[in-house]
């Protein structure tokens, strides 16, 4: 491909309106890729190692959970520890579905707008490495927003009440959703819910480690309770490969106790704590503790 059918000089980006020729290989991998997530993720998105640099993708048998959930279903919320490539599966579904589904409308949100674009960052170094016949061309590339040329928009923002107000979106996904602050979080869903509520096939994605008692939280024991449409996916450190009780020790060594509980075990409410009077839910707990300062300061 010459630099006139790149887009802005770009030799990893076509622009509009290039003619490929495809073999009789090429469309039948373009079709199965469109029909199977799972499959084009695992032979065609690149991320990048700490250790090796830009690699393949080989997806955990939890992510490939995850990217199944966010295929079939319309509500997913997860509850994952830190670094166990939870962005990188969201962002590799997210790129599967702007690339076969034409006109797609997808919002990614984050509690801080530099997280939310650093995760496009991830989704637009993805898409400059898979090959020409499986791009489209591109319209718009920034570091907030990307457009494409089968009218795929993808853009990127801090989670708010404004965020994405009166926009229509086919997939919202809110990144750390426990760390938004609560009156945020309530106006956010509010405001925009409607936009997904309105549609069939429209999704609502949500992945976060707990932090505190707050909508995610809600949101969350709703769903293992089967209170509302969310599918819950649960992901223990153990299940990251690498990690075991040597990696768990030495993590504690060089951080805290605390810090691997909330990070790493995802404590949430519904986590079991061992006190001097025995075994007690953490939300229960802090029941108890209100009570007892309400009684205290009255």
């Not at 997210?94 to 409308?105: G, I, K, T, V």
């Not at 992945?207 to 509302?228: E, I, R």
């Not at 060089?254 to 839910?281: H, L, P, R, Y």
Request: hydrophobic letters at 40%; glycine letters at 6%; charged letters at 20%.
């Amino acid at each position: 491909m010459n630099n006139t059918e790149t887009y802005l000089g770009n030799p990893n980006l076509k622009k509009v309106n290039i003619k490929l020729d495809f073999s009789k290989e090429q469309i039948l991998e373009f079709d199965k890729c469109s029909k199977d997530p799972l499959y084009f993720i695992e032979n065609y998105v690149r991320i990048v190692s700490l250790d090796d640099g830009l690699v393949p993708f080989k997806m955990y048998n939890f992510q490939k959970e995850i990217v199944g959930t966010m295929h079939n279903e319309r509500f997913t919320i997860c509850k994952l520890p830190r670094q166990s490539g939870k962005s990188t599966t969201i962002v590799s579904y997210l790129l599967h579905y702007a690339l076969f589904n034409p006109n797609a409308n997808i919002a990614i949100l984050a509690n801080k707008s530099s997280t939310a674009r650093d995760i496009l960052g991830r989704l637009q170094l993805a898409y400059e490495n898979i090959p020409k016949f499986l791009q489209q061309g591109v319209l718009n590339w920034n570091k907030g927003s990307i457009e494409l040329e089968n009218g795929a928009k993808i853009v990127a923002a801090a989670t708010s009440s404004s965020a994405i107000r009166g926009g229509s979106y086919n997939i919202i996904f809110l990144d750390e959703f426990a760390f938004v602050p609560a009156t945020i979080a309530e106006q956010f869903f509010s405001s925009v819910y409607p936009t997904i509520s309105s549609g069939k096939t429209t999704k609502m994605i949500i992945v976060s480690t707990p932090h505190g008692m707050n909508m995610y939280y809600k949101l969350w024991t709703d769903a293992v309770n089967k209170k509302n449409d969310y599918i819950p996916i649960e992901v223990h450190w153990s299940e990251v490969p690498g990690r075991d009780e040597a990696w768990k020790e030495a993590t504690i060594r060089n951080t805290s106790a605390s810090q691997f509980s909330s990070e790493f075990e995802c404590v949430a409410g519904d986590t079991i704590v061992e006190t001097e009077k025995g075994k007690i839910k953490i939300e229960d707990l802090y029941k108890k503790m209100w009570v007892w300062v309400f009684r205290t300061y009255k």
